[in-house]
């Protein structure tokens, strides 16, 4: 069984930084993609950065290019997300995700993953 805990949720100012982290323990964890997600109040889960393990290729969602990066460290088995001049609509609940088999095209389907972490808030005041 894998889980998936993620850590560094917090409250920030507009502009600040936070740096999220996604650790993976359990048995035969070798997934093809991990992403993270996130969910708004009212808001449906939306797909915010991926990443394919074998390529290191990433993607981003076009509200967060060029202020949110993805990575791996996988020596600790761990996902980072690092978030640079967040802005009040960043706020939301922070989920990672996993599939041991590749996603293709369907990076930002949370249909497309089956394994998740519990959340953690990331809140923006303006």
């Known amino acids: 069984q894998v889980q998936l805990v993620e850590s560094g949720g917090g409250s920030v100012q507009a502009g600040g930084s936070l740096r999220l982290s996604c650790a993976a323990s359990g048995s035969i964890y070798n997934p093809a993609c991990m992403a993270w997600f996130r969910q708004g109040p009212g808001q449906e889960r939306e797909g915010v950065a991926a990443f394919f393990t074998l390529s290191q290729i990433t993607f981003y969602t076009d509200s967060v290019k060029g202020r949110f990066t993805i990575s791996q460290d996988t020596a600790k088995s761990t996902l980072y997300l690092q978030m640079n001049s967040l802005k009040p609509e960043d706020t939301a609940v922070y989920y990672c995700?996993?599939?041991?088999?590749?996603?293709?095209?369907?990076?930002?389907?949370?249909?497309?993953?089956?394994?998740w972490g519990q959340g953690t808030q990331v809140t923006v005041s303006s």
């Open positions: 995700a996993a599939v041991s088999s590749f996603c293709g095209s369907a990076y930002f389907q949370p249909n497309a993953y089956n394994y």
